[in-house]
């Protein structure tokens, strides 16, 4: 192959974009063999996979571990590596003292790192289809819950400034009786046709099973500030409309990404896992599942996991100092789901509570508890995931032993 000497390995760097990446491949001895771009279609990634095995290429580093590019490098047999923009981003000064970014650069940097470091790198492993269909779903709904969150935010201050009485009316502002009031009555200037008999036959009308009296909530609206009249009012009942709109779209969406990830997760093989564990329900399994992912050789050890979480506390020495602190480099999603998890786990499982009341009692801040606490759930959680065993209460040696003190 040009004469080269076969047995020679070639490393290649892809800097990807929605549009062209750009491609280095050098040898082993860091001279460039070739550079190419290849655009972002089906033509372009079989054309840069063929590139790659025609140059006998051996591995691949890019900065994303998903997407169209690396489905194409897989599925051509090619390891891939993954070194993330951070990491780029400090490598580039290994290389000049500018920093600058720039495509073509940034392929060679990475395709560099790859021959020098090699050894340093883990292949990526991907997760099935069941899993990746499943983190989909997931973060999709993470998304949209968020909208939603700042789609109440938006209608509650709003409210506050022109129909103040709608804000604390019932127990919560985007709860469907809420949002139906408020398509009803999206003012303060159509609010003030209510009496306590008109309010009770809509109540009636809507289905209200609230543990309010009619009397009570029109002694809430009553009381309240006044709000807009007039053209204004006129103008806040078209802003209202249309958050209330946003509102019931977005929780339509929610529920319908919620039925999809509940049969995504039944079908799943380890589904009984994570939902073994204490409230961990039907949205929390498929998240803690999703973002640990299908293939154990991700995590070969529980520290590993735990590291990858950023639950496990970051050792920093020089000499006579010695410092434990918070780990920031980590997979920040994991974390959150882990976290997520045993803070709620508490209410169900006397031995979280436990670590977590012994944790504060140290002095630790509510966060920091959490993370002890899910360092302590990663060790039962990864044995469960390891040996695909459903977490069992009456194995957990912890909580035997905890429920013995208590006993004694």
């Given at each position: 192959?040009?004469?080269?000497?076969?047995?020679?390995?070639?490393?290649?760097?892809?800097?990807?974009?929605?549009?062209?990446h750009?491609?280095?491949?050098?040898?082993?001895?860091?001279?460039?063999?070739?550079?190419?771009?290849?655009?972002?279609?089906?033509?372009?990634?079989?054309?840069?996979?063929?590139?790659?095995?025609?140059l006998?290429?051996?591995?691949?580093?890019?900065?994303?571990?998903?997407?169209?590019?690396v489905?194409?490098?897989l599925?051509?047999?090619?390891?891939?590596?993954?070194?993330?923009?951070r990491?780029?981003?400090?490598?580039?000064?290994?290389?000049?003292?500018?920093?600058?970014?720039?495509?073509?650069f940034?392929?060679?940097?990475?395709?560099?790192?790859?021959?020098?470091?090699?050894?340093?790198?883990?292949?990526?492993?991907?997760?099935?289809?069941?899993?990746?269909?499943?983190?989909m779903?997931?973060?999709a709904?993470?998304?949209?819950v968020?909208?939603?969150?700042?789609a109440?935010?938006?209608?509650?201050?709003?409210?506050?400034?022109?129909?103040?009485?709608?804000?604390?009316?019932?127990a919560?502002?985007?709860?469907?009786?809420?949002?139906?009031?408020?398509?009803?009555?999206?003012?303060?200037?159509?609010?003030r046709?209510?009496?306590?008999?008109r309010?009770?036959?809509?109540?009636?009308?809507?289905?209200?099973?609230?543990?309010?009296?009619?009397?009570?909530?029109?002694?809430?609206?009553?009381?309240?500030?006044?709000?807009?009249?007039?053209?204004?009012?006129?103008?806040?009942?078209?802003?209202?409309e249309?958050?209330?709109?946003?509102?019931?779209?977005?929780?339509e969406?929610?529920d319908?990404?919620?039925?999809?990830?509940?049969?995504?997760?039944?079908?799943?093989?380890?589904a009984?896992?994570?939902?073994s564990?204490?409230?961990?329900?039907?949205?929390r399994?498929?998240?803690?599942?999703?973002e640990i992912?299908?293939?154990?050789?991700?995590?070969?050890?529980e520290?590993a996991?735990?590291?990858?979480?950023?639950?496990?506390?970051?050792?920093?020495?020089?000499?006579?100092?010695?410092?434990?602190v918070?780990?920031?480099?980590?997979d920040?999603?994991?974390?959150?789901?882990?976290?997520?998890?045993a803070?709620d786990?508490?209410?169900?499982?006397?031995?979280?509570?436990?670590?977590?009341?012994?944790?504060?009692?140290?002095?630790?801040?509510h966060p920091?508890?959490?993370?002890?606490?899910?360092?302590?759930?990663?060790?039962?959680?990864?044995?469960?995931?390891?040996?695909?065993?459903?977490?069992?209460?009456?194995?957990?040696?912890?909580l035997?032993?905890?429920q013995?003190?208590?006993?004694?």
């Amino acid at each position: 192959m040009n004469g080269r000497d076969e047995w020679s390995p070639r490393h290649a760097g892809v800097d990807w974009s929605w549009e062209t990446h750009a491609v280095c491949v050098v040898d082993d001895d860091g001279q460039v063999v070739r550079r190419f771009t290849a655009a972002h279609s089906a033509a372009g990634l079989a054309q840069l996979v063929g590139q790659l095995r025609l140059l006998g290429v051996d591995g691949v580093a890019i900065e994303r571990g998903d997407g169209p590019v690396v489905e194409a490098l897989l599925a051509a047999n090619l390891q891939v590596f993954v070194i993330t923009s951070r990491q780029v981003k400090a490598l580039r000064l290994r290389y000049g003292t500018a920093g600058n970014k720039d495509d073509r650069f940034d392929a060679y940097v990475l395709a560099d790192v790859l021959r020098t470091d090699h050894r340093r790198l883990t292949p990526l492993i991907p997760d099935g289809s069941a899993t990746v269909g499943l983190r989909m779903l997931v973060r999709a709904r993470k998304d949209l819950v968020a909208a939603r969150i700042a789609a109440h935010n938006q209608l509650r201050s709003h409210l506050l400034n022109v129909f103040p009485g709608a804000v604390g009316l019932f127990a919560a502002l985007d709860s469907p009786i809420s949002l139906t009031f408020l398509t009803r009555f999206p003012s303060a200037q159509r609010a003030r046709w209510l009496s306590d008999k008109r309010l009770a036959a809509w109540l009636a009308s809507v289905g209200y099973c609230g543990r309010q009296t009619p009397a009570e909530l029109m002694t809430h609206l009553r009381q309240a500030a006044v709000g807009l009249d007039g053209p204004a009012a006129e103008a806040a009942e078209v802003v209202t409309e249309q958050l209330v709109l946003l509102l019931r779209a977005l929780r339509e969406r929610i529920d319908v990404l919620d039925d999809r990830i509940a049969e995504a997760l039944e079908l799943h093989a380890d589904a009984h896992i994570f939902r073994s564990l204490p409230r961990a329900g039907t949205v929390r399994a498929a998240l803690l599942l999703a973002e640990i992912g299908d293939c154990r050789g991700r995590f070969p050890t529980e520290e590993a996991l735990a590291a990858a979480a950023g639950v496990s506390p970051s050792t920093r020495a020089s000499g006579r100092s010695h410092a434990v602190v918070f780990r920031h480099a980590c997979d920040k999603r994991l974390r959150e789901a882990l976290t997520d998890f045993a803070a709620d786990s508490r209410q169900a499982s006397p031995w979280a509570k436990d670590i977590y009341d012994r944790a504060r009692a140290r002095g630790a801040r509510h966060p920091h508890a959490v993370r002890i606490l899910a360092r302590a759930w990663i060790r039962v959680l990864w044995r469960c995931w390891t040996q695909h065993t459903a977490y069992d209460p009456t194995q957990h040696r912890g909580l035997l032993r905890l429920q013995e003190q208590a006993a004694a």
